[in-house]
């Protein structure tokens, strides 16, 4: 099932024989329905709606097992997920994603509720402030403020996991280096799911894999970013954390797609982690889409699921 490839021995790719025809199926569904709609005209108005409709189709309600409740974090608006036999001290801080200007919560509870329950751990979902309402740094300060307010809460940084996808890895890594710059207690771990690092589009992928990919198009990549900063700023690490420094960070576990137009921010800032000391992970799943791991009806998310829980418990005293 499991290869190593390029020469780090952080890095791997997955081939699992288990579902190899539900993943074509989907990414066929998704060539037709998303990928289609996505040119460098983008109606914001439009695509959240596209994105509440995705939301609908989650699962209606949570497990019995985990229960939701509101939050508010110096301000932010977030939800606890607490499952039953969650372990008080545990805390798993996650970041989603929606290109910086939507926000899918019943997916994302749906996909981290079930972390929880295997890790016994309660669950922060940040609700930040979306664009184009409220462009960069609005985001990445809401991230801090809720991490600084679980340290109030007198949650300990060691019993923190951060994580987040797409543009929530962004916010991810770009909470981290700026934690790290001010020298502020970091978590235990982070894990990061197609993150969305380079605002300059430069890594190789994003043109080589913009057939293959079966959501995005270098149109709408192009297009989304600019609703989050101007281009003057796109080269900033704060925008492209993959330009900012990794040193000191904590361990990184990245996840992505191998026909991902983003394939190349997780592979690149994987290295720059690995240079830089952190002990990282690099898993790339074969011809799986963007953030698989929403789809719990996938094997392959079943399969990278207990990949997280067991990235975190290497990295924390969760197992005991």
Partial sequence: MTQFIRAPAFTRTLNPSRGRWSREMLNLLLRLSV??????????????????????????????????????????????????????????????????????????????ASWCQSLKARALLVDYRLAPEHPHPAALEDCLDAYSWLLDQGVKAKDIVIAGDSAGGNLVIATLQRLKAECQPLPSCAVLLSPFLDFTLSGASALDNARHDPIFTPAFAIGIRGFYAPGERHGEPSVSPLFGAFEGLPPMLFQVGSTEMLLDDAVRAAAKAHAAGVPVRLEVWHRLPHVFQMIAALPQAQLAARSIQGFINDHTDWDH
Wanted: glycine letters at 6%; proline letters at 9%.
């Fill in 35 to 112: 990928k289609a709609r996505h040119g460098l005209h983008i109606d914001i108005p439009s695509l959240r709606k596209q994105f509440a409709l995705l939301d609908r189709q989650a699962p209606d309600s949570l497990p019995p097992e985990v229960r939701s409740e509101p939050v508010t974090c110096n301000g932010v608006a977030a939800r606890w997920l607490l499952p039953k036999g969650r372990r008080r001290e545990r805390v798993l801080l996650y970041l989603h994603g929606g290109a910086f200007v939507a926000n899918t919560p019943a997916v994302y509870a749906a996909m981290v």
